[in-house]
């Protein structure tokens, strides 16, 4: 079976960084959206932060990123290790992404 995905657009901006209730650093963000056949959207990219945050975060599951427009994006990180540049790191995203009407293309 062929998965089919058709592209959304990017989702980009500064936000903030969450873990559980607490408030860790401001981050900035690229996303990549995709329409699934399902209908699900689909999100990958990268964020930035402060290295030394980066590195105290890095693994987590518990970590949302709150966007300039209110969203509350969950994160999970794509790699195992945190590969250099140390304040970059490719992540999966969920939660409150937006409709597929509402991505630039």
């Known amino acids: 079976m062929t998965l089919i995905m ?3 657009g990017g989702l980009s901006g500064a936000g ?3 873990c559980g209730d607490e408030l860790i650093a401001p981050v900035e963000y690229d996303f990549e959206g995709f329409l699934e056949l399902s209908g699900q959207v689909v ?3 990268e964020i930035r932060l ?3 945050t980066l590195r105290e975060v890095f ?3 518990d970590l949302c990123l709150r966007t300039a427009d ?3 994006l969950s994160l999970r990180f794509s790699d195992k290790r945190q590969r250099p540049p140390d304040d970059a790191v ?3 995203v969920g939660g409150d992404l937006p409709v ?3 991505w630039r293309h």
């Open 16 to 18: 903030t960084l969450i």
């Open 100 to 102: 597929p009407s509402d």
């Open 59 to 61: 693994g987590r599951r």
């Open 70 to 72: 209110g969203r509350c």
């Open 43 to 45: 999100c990958a990219g």
């Open 50 to 52: 402060a290295p030394e």
């Open 90 to 92: 490719h992540v999966d």
């Open 6 to 8: 058709q592209y959304l």
